[in-house]
C-alpha cells in the first residue's frame, strides 16, 4: 500500500507534484491571458458559408436515424455533418499574441515548463527519508 505522499507509483515527490501543478496552472493562465481569439469568414473552404447544406445533412441523418437507428447512413450524416461544422468553426479562428513585456513572456513560459519539468520529476522514484529520532 502505497503512502498518501507517494506520486505516480513511485516513492515520494507530492511536493514537488504539488508545486509543478501550481506553477503550470499559473503558467498556462497568464499565457492564455495574453492570447487574443478573433473569427473570419470562412477561411479554409473560401467565402459563402456552408452552414445550410451541413444542416440538411445533419437532419437528413436525424430522419433516418429516427426511421432506423441501425442505418450506419444516417450515423455517418450525423457525425459527418457535425464533424465538418466544427471543423469549419475551428478552422476560422485566428490566435495572436497580445503584446507584453519580456519580462511577462519569460515568467509565463517559465512557470508553464517549469511546473511541467516539476510534475515530471515528480513521478520518478525519491530515495527514502532517514527516518528522524525522536529527542528526549
Same mark, same amino acid.
Given at each position: 500500500?502505497?503512502?498518501?505522499? /507517494? @506520486?505516480?507509483?513511485?516513492?515520494?515527490?507530492?511536493?514537488?507534484?504539488?508545486?509543478?501543478?501550481?506553477?503550470?496552472?499559473?503558467? *498556462?493562465?497568464?499565457?492564455?491571458?495574453? #492570447?487574443? @481569439?478573433?473569427?473570419?469568414?470562412?477561411?479554409?473552404?473560401?467565402?459563402?458559408?456552408?452552414?445550410?447544406? =451541413?444542416?440538411? @445533412? #445533419? $437532419?437528413?441523418? *436525424?430522419? #433516418?436515424?429516427?426511421?432506423?437507428?441501425?442505418?450506419?447512413?444516417?450515423?455517418?450524416? =450525423?457525425?459527418?455533418?457535425?464533424?465538418?461544422?466544427? @471543423?469549419? =468553426?475551428?478552422?476560422? $479562428?485566428?490566435?495572436?499574441?497580445?503584446?507584453?513585456?519580456?519580462? /511577462?513572456?519569460? $515568467?509565463?513560459?517559465?512557470?508553464?515548463?517549469?511546473? $511541467?519539468?516539476? =510534475?515530471?520529476?515528480?513521478?520518478?522514484?525519491?530515495?527514502?527519508?532517514?527516518?528522524?529520532?525522536?529527542?528526549?
Amino acid at each position: 500500500m502505497h503512502k498518501f505522499r /507517494d @506520486v505516480g507509483g513511485t516513492t515520494g515527490g507530492l511536493g514537488e507534484f504539488l508545486l509543478g501543478i501550481a506553477m503550470t496552472g499559473l503558467g *498556462f493562465y497568464r499565457l492564455a491571458n495574453h #492570447v487574443m @481569439v478573433h473569427s473570419g469568414w470562412n477561411q479554409l473552404w473560401g467565402p459563402g458559408g456552408r452552414g445550410g447544406p =451541413v444542416l440538411l @445533412v #445533419v $437532419l437528413i441523418g *436525424f430522419g #433516418v436515424i429516427f426511421y432506423n437507428g441501425r442505418n450506419p447512413f444516417g450515423w455517418l450524416c =450525423v457525425f459527418g455533418g457535425i464533424g465538418y461544422g466544427m @471543423v469549419s =468553426v475551428l478552422s476560422n $479562428l485566428t490566435m495572436t499574441f497580445r503584446p507584453t513585456t519580456l519580462w /511577462d513572456t519569460l $515568467l509565463m513560459f517559465a512557470l508553464f515548463g517549469g511546473g $511541467l519539468g516539476l =510534475v515530471f520529476k515528480s513521478t520518478r522514484a525519491h530515495p527514502p527519508r532517514p527516518e528522524r529520532e525522536p529527542s528526549p
